[in-house]
């Protein structure tokens, strides 16, 4: 059957911004695609109308991420539809910003729920799902180098990513499944723009030396390049892609 010898990824967070170029890029490597959404149904229908239109295969399933029964069904539904899982592509996350004086119990605890359980609960899922050769891509920010204020949550939660990706890497011994992260650097999505000043965005911008923001399909290319062919020898590590930032 084709469902078995084409290979398939999931990637969560993908009705929008970075996780939706993920998804178009896997999609124009043939692979077939799950779209994971949590609120944004009609956003996630786009994304896969338009890998569809484009000769691709896609489908879309809501699943909150930090919930462990919404994951098994994400899981559940992927392998139902197209025979297996290969790819595993965390994206799935918010960003509430303060210093850590100002930080109240709902911003710490709610990206905890979803950046770091989310992520811990899909990683868990396709340890034993996903089949040999497979590969898992964790979203993880630039910020954990770089240390700016107000993204002491939100990096330190990364930070936890890194870490366990590293170690996952690991415990995937013999079963040639490559686990890495990517770190972006500021990028041109509605998550990160939300409540910036021009002033503080244009200050990012000129602090890489390429004097721009990535671009969500820049961060699709270095997902890409670790899900595909080219990266399997790449295990365990993280992917600053961040322009030269840090």
Sequence with gaps: MTETKQKTAIVTGASRGIGAAIAARLARDSFNVVVNYSGSEMAALEVVAKIEAAGGRAMAIKADVSDVSAVKHLFDSAETT????????????????????????DLFDSQVAINLKGTFNTMREAATRLRDGGSIVNLSTSVVGLKLETYSVYAGIKAAIETMTGIM????????????SVAPGPTSTELFLDGKSDEFINKLKMMSPMERLATPEDIANAVAFLAGPD???????????NGGLV
Excluded: H, P, Y
Aim: hydrophobic letters at 45%.
């Design 82 to 105: 197209f025979g297996g899982i290969d790819v595993l592509v965390n994206n799935a996350g918010i960003m509430k910003l303060a210093k850590i004086v100002d930080s109240d119990d």
């Design 169 to 180: 890497a690991k415990e995937m011994r013999g079963r040639t499944i490559t686990v890495n």
């Design 231 to 241: 990266g399997t020898w790449i295990n365990g590590q993280t992917l600053r892609a």
